[in-house]
Nanobody
Framework: QVQLVESGGGLVQSGGSLRLSCAAS????????MVWYLQAPGKTRELVAGITSAGNTNYADTVKGRFTISRDNAKNTVYLQMNSLKPEDTAAYYC??????????????????WGQGTQVTVSS
């Protein structure tokens, strides 16, 4: 019913930049929080940055001042601008969204959705 599709990952040198996008599509009523997580090999998934529907943001200490999260509510899309990338930023990045969907023509439901992940690799 709803899909989150991520894009923008890739290979970049240390100090470089990447911009990740995550677009939600489907029977969407509205989207509450949208969050980026990362997962490095052999480690647990951890929060990178989140943004509410009102535009309030929060960041992990490790990315403050380097990463910026934003969203376009008209496009149901969240972005993560990553600057001054470091090798330790290398991970799979996942988009999460708290979405209210149309379950039927008259019934709405709030559900959690995840994207498929996009790989970010930063070389030293």
């Amino acid at each position: 019913q709803v899909q989150l599709v991520e894009s923008g990952g890739g290979l970049v040198q240390s100090g470089g930049s990447l911009r990740l996008s995550c677009a939600a599509s489907g029977r969407i009523v509205s989207i509450n929080a949208m969050v980026w997580y990362l997962q490095a090999p052999g480690k647990t998934r951890e929060l990178v940055a989140g943004i509410t529907s009102a535009g309030n943001t929060n960041y992990a200490d490790t990315v403050k001042g380097r990463f910026t999260i934003s969203r376009d509510n008209a496009k149901n899309t969240v972005y993560l601008q990553m600057n001054s990338l470091k090798p330790e930023d290398t991970a799979a990045y996942y988009c999460y969204a708290d979405i209210i969907i149309w379950r039927t023509m008259t019934d709405r439901r709030q559900l959690d959705y995840w994207g498929q992940g996009t790989q970010v690799t930063v070389s030293s």
